[in-house]
């Protein structure tokens, strides 16, 4: 409603609640642009061998023993685990797309009531892809297309068409995808060529590359987000840019997968605006910022880019505009009320001129100790008001022992 120092603000609303945030710097709260909450099941998972490509990754390994193994139990307890573990690092929004084709209709359902006791604010979808048959694929738009539906009218809620990718995807299945999208006027997701694989298939199976392939479609526009968007050439970044298209980067598990480093710094150059994401890999916001500061400048050679102050808004308002959640990831009146109380215990000086660099380079998680979503408080004094982090560690553990036990049997 207002921005203001605190005695105006006080005498200008003095029956309003007061939080007691001295000492704290109060930051826009972050966005994950792009989250399988899922993942935290597999992490440390043990792996016969380790894949030897991004392709071998998926097929030898996350397709057979995890997507395809999920049940609803384990879904639930990893989307509020990670949740919890989203707001300790000062994430106010996700993007979450669950990638489950054998999972029974309804499950975003599930995650929806988990995310309104976690207090978060989101956009959820399936994964629709051709890669169980075109009837599976069939049936997770239709999905996505009847909770779209239901979240209407929803303030912190949100449902999008996700799609795989164009090696899962036949372009009929693209086009009714995108056809849904335009019907229902909402967002639309994919993943865009997250290693070499993707350009490579795309070549053999229709002589050209992903974005121009997608084009050729007529599926770029300002309502699409791709995520990953790592093996991209000069001028398919080019033609993204041209088209409005939206972008979300995650730094971090593109080395997991060995997918390679993102274009960025070109990416920004061509004027796109990406938001940051965790992949449900390492989600812990502050690590994923130092390494999208970190890793390009290595890459590139070059010091000079992705500044700070560009990596604090890939973290807020451009994440934010990444999943359509225009109006968030700035403090102004009239904007959403989702904010993050950061320690100001640096070790040198906090100044205006420093004060990207203390969050992204010198921050930590520890050092949050409010998080208010939407107006309401979900942690506060650095302890979350509303999750038992011990009970949800316990629930996960226990689920991943039942995916790694069916793994290691089946
Ligand atoms: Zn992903």
Not at 91 to 96: E, H
Not at 137 to 158: I, K, Q, S, T, W
Request: charged fraction near 25%; glycine fraction near 10%.
């Amino acid at each position: 409603m207002e921005v203001g120092p605190n005695d105006c603000l006080v005498s200008r609303f003095p029956d309003a609640d007061l939080l007691d945030a001295r000492d704290l710097l109060i930051v826009p709260g972050f966005v994950d642009a792009h989250i399988h909450t899922y993942g935290v099941l597999a992490h440390g998972m043990p792996v016969s061998g380790v894949p030897d490509s991004f392709e071998g990754f998926l097929k030898r390994f996350w397709w057979p023993q995890v997507e395809d193994r999920l049940d609803r139990e384990m879904i639930r307890a990893a989307f509020r685990l990670t949740c919890a573990n989203l707001i300790r690092s000062g994430v106010t929004s996700l993007c979450d797309v669950l990638e489950a084709p054998l999972i029974p209709d309804g499950t975003l359902d599930i995650l929806a009531e988990e995310l309104e006791a976690a207090g978060l604010r989101a956009v959820l979808s399936v994964e629709a892809s051709e890669r169980h048959g075109v009837e599976s694929g069939a049936r997770a738009l239709a999905e996505n297309v009847r909770f779209v539906r239901a979240c209407r009218g929803e303030d912190r809620l949100r449902g999008m068409i996700s799609l795989h990718t164009s090696f899962t995807c036949s372009a009929p299945f693209v086009e009714s995808a995108k056809d849904c999208a335009t019907a229902l006027g909402c967002d639309l997701h994919l993943h865009l060529s997250e290693s070499e694989y993707e350009p490579r298939e795309c070549a053999i199976r229709y002589g050209t590359r992903p974005v121009f392939w997608y084009d050729r479609i007529g599926v770029w526009d300002p309502t699409v987000l791709a995520s990953q968007v790592v093996a991209v050439e000069d001028d398919e970044i080019r033609l993204l840019a041209e088209r409005g298209v939206r972008v979300a980067h995650m730094p971090l598990s593109n080395c997991e997968v060995g997918g390679g480093i993102a274009p960025v710094p070109r990416m920004l150059e061509c004027g796109l605006r990406p938001g940051l994401g965790s992949d449900g890999y390492i989600t812990d916001m502050f690590q994923i910022m130092r390494g999208a500061f970190l890793l390009h400048k290595g890459a590139g050679r070059d010091p000079r880019v992705l500044p700070a102050p560009t990596v604090l808004a890939m973290a807020g308002v451009w994440g934010a505009a990444a999943i359509g959640f225009a109006g968030l990831g700035e403090l102004k009146p009239g904007h959403p009320a989702d904010l993050i109380g950061v320690s100001m215990e640096f070790a040198t000086p906090l100044t205006q001129a420093n004060v990207a660099d203390q969050i992204v380079v010198h921050g930590d998680a520890v050092g949050v100790d409010l998080v208010v979503a939407d107006g309401r408080v979900l942690l506060s004094g650095g302890e979350l008001i509303r999750e038992d982090i011990d009970r949800l560690r316990h629930c996960v553990r226990e689920q991943a022992a039942r995916l790694w036990r069916v793994v290691e049997h089946g």
